[in-house]
């Protein structure tokens, strides 16, 4: 707690005022990965991935559904708020995403998406190989509108957010025998770096230098993964929490590798792991009093569609104390927490 006044304090100082107006940390923030991140893609895709429909957004602005897997803001909406943005990139595919708002970024995620492009093809979601043409075809849109060499520092100051790797475990690797039959978790998690340092890579070519990317998060203590892959216990699943720190681990040792690689880039992870095992583990020390159901329908089943829906019995009428919104995604209430460590963990991006 004192960490994050310092924090906020250290940040609103370096925010200051410019003209009278502040000015965000970094000129824009552009997004990847899956419905972690998504801010409305899937709305313009055809998959059964979405969240543009009630009870998703109920406690967002003005109660409406965007398409975020959640009932308020996502962790990396408050984080943008922090840096001090007003309004938030929007998602590249709404029609939203052109003239002015090209230069707060944009948000490329997809639900259903992973690393790993075939997680992203069996959802019909956008795969991250498309999500970096996309990014591309920003590029030249914001040079249109910025002109070259504005558009040229937005796209170096910028934030660069990764947040991939769950869909790739949870919709596709433990569901799918011609991964799980013929590669270890371990050998799965190597080809998934080694698409992340790729990734990276190509970023850096077309010009980023502050990138950061989130840790899986503890897998097994999803709801969803405990009533699928528990066997009736209700505590959080070890085999899939053990997967995600091996995977987090060969994330620590790459991103070091890369940041040895690439001097002038600033790349840092961001551990969601502990925060989240945290909450999940000792709710109440942090005023959660629900953290094994989501709030969104019974909480435990709504996993073999993955979505809670309309129509949903039993949705709790106050989503502030779960940790969970639905079977796989934080609340807002849980996505602050994850924003005041993403916010401690990546101070060096922004400075
Ligand atoms: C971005 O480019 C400008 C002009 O080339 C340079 O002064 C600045 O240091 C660069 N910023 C980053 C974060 O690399
Ligand atoms: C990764 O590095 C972070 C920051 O140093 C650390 O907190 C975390 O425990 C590491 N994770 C693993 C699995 O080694
Ligand atoms: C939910 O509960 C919190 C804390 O008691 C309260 O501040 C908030 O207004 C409530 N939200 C709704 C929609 O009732």
């Not at 503890?218 to 216990?233: E, N, Q, R």
């Amino acid at each position: 707690m004192e960490v994050k006044c310092l924090l906020l304090l250290a940040l609103f100082l370096l925010l200051g005022t410019h003209g009278g107006e502040a000015q965000p940390l970094v000129p824009a923030v552009m997004t990847f990965g899956d419905s972690s991140v998504d801010v409305g893609n899937n709305d313009y895709l055809k998959t059964i991935i979405k969240a543009n429909f009630p009870p998703y957004g109920r406690d967002f602005k003005n109660q409406v559904p965007t398409g975020r897997f959640c009932n308020g803001k996502l962790a990396t909406d408050i984080t943008a708020e922090t840096l001090g943005f007003e309004s938030y990139a929007p998602a590249y595919l709404s029609p939203d995403a052109s003239g002015k708002n090209l230069l707060i970024g944009a948000n490329f995620a997809s639900a259903g998406s992973g690393y790993y492009d075939h997680t992203a093809l069996l959802y019909h979601a956008i795969p991250l190989s498309q999500q970096l043409e996309y990014f591309e075809e920003y590029q030249s849109k914001l040079a249109a509108v910025a002109g070259s060499s504005q558009a040229q520092s937005i796209i170096n100051g910028s934030l660069y957010i990764i947040s991939a790797g769950a869909s790739d475990f949870v919709q596709n690797y433990y569901i799918n025998p011609f991964l799980y039959k013929t590669q270890t978790a371990d050998q799965f998690s190597d080809r998934l770096v080694g698409i992340f340092k790729n990734t990276v890579a190509q970023l850096y070519s077309m010009g980023a230098r502050r990138i950061g990317v989130t840790s899986l998060p503890p897998l097994g203590c999803l709801p969803a993964a405990i009533t699928l892959f528990g066997y009736g216990s209700s505590g959080c699943v070890s085999r899939l929490n053990s997967d995600a720190q091996n995977f987090n681990g060969k994330m620590n040792v790459t991103v070091d590798s890369l940041s040895k690689t690439y001097s002038d880039l600033k790349i840092a992870v961001f551990d969601i792991y502990t925060p989240l095992y945290d909450l999940v583990t000792s709710p109440q020390s942090q005023g959660f009093t629900e953290a094994r159901r989501g709030c969104c329908g019974t909480g435990t089943v709504e996993t073999t569609v993955l979505l809670c829906n309309p129509k949903s019995i039993g949705t709790c009428p106050n989503a502030t104390t779960y940790v969970f919104w639905d079977a796989v995604h934080p609340s807002e209430a849980a996505n602050q927490v994850l924003a005041d460590s993403l916010l401690a963990e990546g101070i060096n991006l922004v400075t």
